[in-house]
């Protein structure tokens, strides 16, 4: 990701910002511009719920280029208390603790860096609510 794109999306990262349809509700993360349910492009901007459930999860072994050190971790979709559902990484417990339907609240977590003097990304996460 470049730069100024992770400087642009700032905002929607840090504060769960998604989009709901203003026909038929629907929410989405990341924000859209055109509903999926009812084709409007009616969505306006709206803060999430920070807390939800995991509906399924993965652990990874095998990451992506820039994640090698990072392995193993989590990844879920987490149903949040609204509705919407979202990718995320599940941080702050062991893989054998997790299990669907486990209650978890967004965090704010470092996501990666650039080098060894270069750009740090941070974002958010979610951790099992104990």
Same mark, same amino acid.
């Given at each position: 990701?470049?730069?100024?794109?992770?400087?642009?999306?700032?905002?929607?990262?840090?504060?769960?910002?998604?989009?709901?349809?203003?026909? +038929?509700?629907?929410?989405?993360?990341?924000?859209?511009?055109? +509903?999926?349910? +009812?084709?409007?492009?009616?969505? #306006?901007?709206?803060?999430?719920?920070?807390?939800?459930?995991?509906?399924?999860?993965?652990?990874?072994?095998?990451?992506?280029?820039?994640? #090698?050190?990072?392995?193993? %971790?989590?990844?879920?979709?987490?149903?949040?208390?609204?509705?919407?559902?979202?990718?995320?990484?599940?941080?702050? +417990? #062991?893989? #054998?603790?997790?299990?669907?339907?486990?209650?978890?609240?967004?965090?704010?977590?470092?996501?990666?860096?650039?080098?060894?003097?270069?750009?740090? %990304? %941070?974002? %958010?996460?979610?951790?099992?609510?104990?």
């Amino acid at each position: 990701m470049s730069v100024p794109r992770h400087w642009r999306e700032i905002p929607k990262r840090y504060r769960l910002i998604g989009s709901k349809c203003s026909n +038929c509700g629907r929410t989405y993360f990341p924000p859209r511009n055109v +509903c999926r349910e +009812c084709g409007t492009t009616k969505l #306006e901007e709206v803060k999430l719920s920070e807390t939800g459930r995991i509906i399924t999860w993965s652990v990874v072994h095998e990451p992506p280029r820039g994640f #090698e050190r990072y392995v193993p %971790y989590v990844i879920a979709i987490v149903e949040l208390d609204d509705g919407t559902r979202l990718m995320s990484q599940i941080t702050d +417990c #062991e893989p #054998e603790e997790l299990q669907i339907g486990t209650r978890v609240h967004a965090v704010f977590r470092k996501i990666r860096e650039e080098g060894e003097s270069g750009i740090i %990304y %941070y974002g %958010y996460k979610f951790k099992p609510i104990k």
